[in-house]
């Protein structure tokens, strides 16, 4: 009896257990839908629907569909966001046993504050809430704007002066806040990029199309990335692995026989996935005899999946630069391995390891020389929250570098030993920053530099920001080692006593959302540089002349920025922003040279959903400023507009033409580049 009672029970349990989702259904309702970009039609994968007022929701996969089961029977409001995009709210009625469908078409938004950033603290934040003042540029805005290279998608932010030059290695290199290029610490998923000229980098070595964001951190930075970061950090965030597969390519033809050509694949399954990019560049430049040039860009990632809380991260980049001047070329490789585990929800753990390497040729006198440079990183960092009130942030970074130079008949390498920690208290409404980092150089010795900032969210839509800061930048290793090397009539000296240059930095700024659709933002800067490495020479008797390297220069540069951002329609954004600019050398009162008092940007994007249209304008005004250091030789200011329309063929194919330089203008002293209107116009098919 007692069998088949059991027998019978278990019966029962089955019975239910099959029967319990129908009956549910049949007491509650489904929503299914699919979120759509309004302007190109395509699936958006990871768009977060929610039930309003419950804890149910969903994400979209990779066909851009979501799913969201047992809702009870009645009203409710049903939003969709994604970051990037304008949140939708709509009213949905679930009925009992029946499925209702919904669709959402998502537009994209120039507010920007839900973006995740991490070069700030090197720990996420969205981009309305971290601590550090933080700009970011989205791969979605350079392409609407059909920007062809990273340096042309940073003209257009306050407080950023891009160099305009055919010359090698001179093209792409970026100031921040008034202070030279060399200034300005270049990060590519965190790895240091090394090989340029005059202490810089050429941002036209990377290709827009593997790039996911820009993040631009201004001020000292070196509390948590040392040497170099003086004026700030940019930091370009490649793209990961697709979660399926994906393959664009684009021809481009413009102006001075300018070509561009650009394949990306992608594919992603279960753990593992790809990402590969193929740009090729080709330009007669202005003078075909000394601009020429032919540039090949390689790069790819490999996302792979290790458990359910690790992940391994594989980036490598080649490219070859060849110019026709003196037959110069510039090859660049480099591998960064990331390695990132969450051992629980307080903790987060990484490990990067990458190595770069950049090699200069010329053909002189009918023999190649040149010179090499390799760099080697390890970083090791790890971040824990603790009490839900304080995120500590500490790591270790070793970086060693070499030179071997045929040019220049030198050797020379260096060493860094890194320790940094970081404290972000949370005591709402205000969070304070505390950081510090320590820099153990084999021939310089110590650096110790602290930094501290605040956030004070006074409310919901205004927030106050402030922050000062220690920085330096260490010589370079010709600078210490390279003696006696001829350059034009000069005889250069090595000096292995130089310092490194050290800064102190003040940023206070507020940021007022004044509406769903506006946002501004007012900053104020202050940097002041001492033993800023300078050069003396006599020219006495014949050359070659002896030219000496000596810490001997002081400089300070302060200002504003001021910025908007709005929503202006659903389908039409605009941006707008000034800096003003005020330097000083200290040693003899005057304006530091090719600085710009006065600068101004804006752009307007506007999407034509109905027509597939798109059409970007913006345009940068450059005050005057001084091209000699006594400040006798002032440089007119000058203006430059630009056109972009993009017109989709199907949601696969687009056509787009750019038009730089609407005003026509020439003949600009300190900036090459331009030299009249420029067309250029391509083809995009992408799956």
Known sequence: MKIKDLILSITVLLISIVLLPTWIFAQTGKIEGKVIDSHSGRELTGANVIVEGTTIGSATGVDGRYFIIAIPAGEYKL????????????????????????????????????????????????????????????????????????????????????????????????????????????????????????????????????VDRIEIVKGPASCLYGSDAVGGVINIISKSAPPKFTFSISPTFGTHNTQIYKITHGFGKSKIGYFINYTHRESDGINKQIDEYREDIAQGTIDQKLTTNSKLTVKSYYSLHKMKESDRKQKRYSLNSIWNWIPDKASNLKLRGSWFNYHHSIIDQGKRVGWKETTYELELDYSRLIKNKQLVTTGYHYLAKAQDDKMKNFTGSQTIHSFYLQDEINLKPVTFVLGTRLDKHNRWGVEINPKANFLWQVSDNFRLRGSVGRAFKGPSLVKLYAEGWRMGPFLMHANPDLKPEKSIGYQFGAEWKISADVLTDFS????????????????????????????????????IELNLATQIMDNLSGKLGYTFLNTEDKITGKELTYKPKHTLYFEFDWKISGLGLGI????????????????????????????????????????????????????????????????????????
């Not at 669709?103 to 090197?122: I, R």
């Not at 104020?524 to 390297?549: A, I, T």
């Open 524 to 559: 104020f800067f202050r940097n002041e540089v001492k033993d800023m490495v300078g050069f003396q020479y006599s020219r006495r008797g014949r050359p070659p002349w002896d030219f000496y390297y000596y810490n001997i220069g002081e400089a300070r540069t302060q200002g």
């Open 79 to 210: 939003t969709v966001s994604m970051i990037g995009y304008k949140k939708i709210t709509k009213k949905v009625k679930v009925r009992a046993g029946q499925t209702t469908t919904v669709n959402f078409k998502l537009q994209e938004t120039v507010l920007k504050g839900d973006l995740v950033v991490v070069t700030a603290t090197k720990t996420k934040h969205l981009l309305k809430d971290v601590p550090v003042p933080t700009n970011v540029i989205t791969g979605r805005e350079i392409e609407a704007a059909n920007i062809q290279t990273i340096q042309h998608a940073l003209r257009y932010l306050s407080g950023i002066q891009v160099n305009e030059s055919y010359s090698w290695g001179d093209n792409g290199k970026v100031e921040l806040q008034g202070l030279d290029e060399k200034h300005t610490l270049i990060l590519v998923d965190g790895q240091r990029v090394c090989g340029g000229h005059r202490d810089a980098i050429d941002l036209q070595a990377y290709s827009v199309e593997m």
């Open 616 to 687: 970007n304008l913006n345009g940068r005004y450059i005050g005057k400023r001084y091209k000699d250091e006594e400040n006798t030789q002032e440089l007119s200011d000058y203006a430059l507009a630009n056109l972009s329309i993009t017109q989709n063929i199907t949601r696969y194919g687009q056509v787009y033409l750019r038009i730089d330089n609407l005003f026509n203008k020439k003949a600009v002293e300190d900036a090459y580049c331009i030299d009249g209107t420029e067309f250029l116009g391509g083809l995009k098919v992408s799956y």
